[in-house]
């Protein structure tokens, strides 16, 4: 008798422990964990992140969840709320702008039972890479461009040739001025012979008969 009452109770122990063990994961599933950081933990961003939310395992109470942005030297710099869309996702909207440095994300949620879960992520901001100007590209002249009409230059003018003294006939002959007096001077003299002679006849008185 008293074997069978030892494992009776043996039996007993076992399904209650077995009990506890399954009831054990199903309390710990009722708390709501969070399952995605944005930004990551320990996460590097370049210039003030688009986003910071966190997403957890259930519907969270919006009663006695917190979340919270905090600087390196504790600040709060904004304050977020359980996203209208999604009653699992806290998120912070609009990001404020945020100088280079180290960031905390400060959060508390509550799910479906009356338990509170807390804890902290951390990101690095680093400055935001400078863009490149835009090349801007001068276009070539295409065919369809008007030609621009270039001044055409203006002939220099050109020194004209002084005229020169044309030289004057050159007698084949070789005669020169004193050749064409001379025959002048022979007509004149002979002009005034034949004058003195007429003049003589005239003056000569006549001979008797």
């Known amino acids: 008798m008293t074997d069978r009452r030892n494992r009776a109770r043996l039996v007993v122990l076992a399904a209650m422990a077995a009990a506890l063990l399954m009831l054990f994961p199903a309390?710990?599933?009722?708390?709501?964990e969070l399952e995605k950081a944005t930004p990551a933990d320990g996460a590097t961003v370049e210039g003030t992140p688009t986003e910071i939310s966190a997403t957890f395992s259930e519907a969270l109470d919006p009663d006695r969840s917190t979340f919270s942005l905090r600087d390196a030297a504790g600040e709060r710099l904004a304050v977020g709320l359980i996203d209208p869309d999604d009653p699992t996702r806290m998120i912070i909207d609009p990001?404020?702008?945020?100088?280079?440095?180290?960031?905390?994300?400060?959060?508390?949620?509550?799910?479906?039972?009356?338990?509170?879960?807390?804890?902290?992520?951390s990101f690095m901001v680093t400055?935001?890479?400078?863009?490149?100007?835009?090349?801007?590209?001068?276009?070539?002249?295409?065919?369809?461009?008007e030609p621009t009409p270039?001044?055409?230059?203006?002939?220099?003018?050109?020194?004209?040739?002084?005229?020169?003294?044309?030289?004057?006939?050159?007698?084949?002959?070789?005669?020169t001025d004193g050749d064409v007096i001379l025959p002048i001077v022979a007509g004149l003299a002979i002009v005034l012979i034949a004058g003195a002679v007429l003049f003589s006849r005239r003056t000569r008185p006549p001979t008797s008969a």
């Not at 994300?105 to 902290?120: M, P, Q, Y």
């Open 27 to 32: 309390s710990v599933a009722a708390h709501a």
């Open 95 to 121: 990001v404020p702008e945020l100088a280079p440095g180290m960031y905390e994300v400060r959060w508390t949620a509550k799910g479906s039972d009356d338990h509170l879960e807390r804890d902290t992520w």
């Open 127 to 145: 400055p935001a890479p400078t863009p490149s100007p835009t090349p801007t590209l001068t276009p070539a002249s295409t065919a369809s461009a």
């Open 150 to 175: 270039s001044a055409s230059p203006e002939p220099t003018p050109t020194a004209a040739p002084s005229p020169s003294a044309s030289p004057g006939p050159t007698d084949p002959t070789g005669s």
